[in-house]
C-alpha cells in the first residue's frame, strides 16, 4: 500500500510548543473531526513523517499480534 503523506505546519492542538509539523496519509486520513486516522508530530517535517511511520509500524505489530492470538485460540471441530 503506498503512501501519500501531506505535511503542514499547525498553530493548534497537539503541535503546540516544538512539534509544529504534522504529517497524515491524506488517504487514509480525512482530517474530519470525528477522524481516527493517525498523526504523526515532529518539529521539523522528517520528524513528522518519522512520527507517522512510527504509528503505523505499531498499528500494524499489534494487529499482527492480536490476529495470531486469534489463531492460537481457536479450536477447529475436528480438533475438539
Avoid at 17 to 30: F, K, L, P, V
Avoid at 37 to 49: H, I
Amino acid at each position: 500500500m503506498a503512501f501519500n503523506i501531506v505535511f503542514r505546519t499547525e498553530d493548534h492542538g497537539p503541535g503546540l510548543g516544538n512539534d509544529r509539523w504534522s504529517a497524515i496519509d491524506d488517504r487514509t486520513y480525512d482530517g474530519a473531526p470525528d477522524a481516527h486516522g493517525m498523526v504523526g508530530w515532529g518539529a521539523t517535517e522528517q520528524e513528522a513523517k518519522d512520527d507517522l511511520v512510527r504509528l503505523f509500524q505499531e498499528e500494524a505489530e499489534a494487529q499482527e499480534e492480536y490476529f495470531r492470538g486469534i489463531g492460537s485460540d481457536h479450536e477447529y471441530p475436528d480438533e475438539a
